[in-house]
């Protein structure tokens, strides 16, 4: 019995966290759609299904989101340049990686 339990113990990623996997540019739709996101330290924004976003750091703002070629993207005036990032999700964690390799998580809430 003692062998199995450290043949488990030793198994990679047999007691590890969910990994994280791509989202498709429908599977980003229905994740995100009227949800909000807790990024933590008072950090939050919602995804309405009118394609409008709030994000709340310190301060309201307002802005845009789509989704294009499975790529989450935004808008926040008064720039008019889309931002796009990959999707991944592990259990309740989306995370948004931008090209340049950086992410960012947030932990869905109520």
């Keep these: 019995m003692r062998r199995f339990a450290l043949i488990l113990a030793l198994w990679p990623g047999f007691l590890t966290a969910e990994e994280f ?14 949800q909000k996101l807790d ?15 709030q994000y709340f750091s310190e301060r309201p703002s307002a802005g845009r989101w789509a ?3 499975d790529r989450y993207c935004s808008l926040w005036p008064p720039s008019d340049l889309w931002a796009c990032y990959d999707v991944q999700q592990s259990g309740d964690v989306i995370r948004f990686l931008d090209d340049n390799g950086g ?8």
């Design 39 to 53: 990024y933590g330290q008072g950090i939050w924004q919602t995804f309405d299904d009118t394609m409008l976003t």
């Design 67 to 69: 989704v294009r070629e």
């Design 103 to 110: 992410t960012t998580d947030g932990v869905f809430t109520d």
């Design 21 to 34: 996997r791509p989202l498709t540019g429908e599977e980003i739709l229905t994740a995100l759609t009227g």
